[in-house]
């Protein structure tokens, strides 16, 4: 029996002239996306929740400075991704953590400010450089929903394919990691809302986005359903998804979570992310490499 596919995105692609496209692409820049892919994806987005917090917070280098260097580490990054004439897993998560720490870190500028409600008990700065341009959430998730559409819509005017097992273009990858940076920062922004202010608090907003992401794998089966809508609307929502978890993680047990700290939950993450990382690798090598 066929099994489904798990928010791929990526069934049918062919090319202008109706025959089957390339077998070339996504196994040679982007990974095939299964139920592993979304494994690695929720642990990086959750450690970029942690790990951003720990640079902007807990070594109190403040949303600015850490928004820079982790916008650099981002650019670094992506070079040799796009550099790679292959798929690696270690360039592409390097990349997809790095977006998801500086999503954090951006988000948290746009939305916040040095007022009580935002400061530990004590503290009168959120660290070093300018405070935060205290937009809100509602406002700033507003401002990034509107960046991605109007990322979503060049791309679409490129005449270039959404579809990721498609992409092969320096152009079609430039789309798509601008697409990952901007939903990784509403992601966070959706995530700090949940946990903040909607009263769900942490456990629950993680509860209501892992109760809608089953929501989304259910409509895989429902064919007039494009998959690669599913998929961008999975890849947006697994980052409230960190967010929420990485905040139960590390604040204090008086505010709902875990009080595991930023540090040392980023270390396990961190170990986590590297052991899924070279299972990949291993994979990949296996694959590209078979015996005879």
Known sequence: MQQPEVLTGVNGASTAEGTPAPARSVMKKLPEVTLAFWVMKIAATTLGETAGDLFSQTLKLGYFLTTVALFLVFVVTLVVQLRSSRYHPFFYWTVILSTSMAGTTMSDFMNRDASAAYLTPGATRLGWGPQGLGLGYPTGAAILVSLLLAIFLAWKLSGLTFQIQDIVTFR?????????????????????????????????????????????????RVPAVPNVLLFWIAFVLTRPLGATAGDLLTKPAVKGGLNLGTAGSSAVLLAVLLGLMAHAHVRQSGESHPLT
Not at 183 to 188: K, V
Not at 190 to 210: C, E, H, I, K, P
């Open 172 to 220: 079609g990858e430039a789309f798509f990691w601008s697409a990952i940076l901007v939903s990784n920062t509403l992601g966070t922004s959706m995530g700090d809302f949940l946990s903040d202010s909607s009263g769900l608090g942490y456990g629950g907003g993680a509860l209501l986005v892992t109760a809608a992401l089953a929501a989304l794998l259910a409509l895989t």
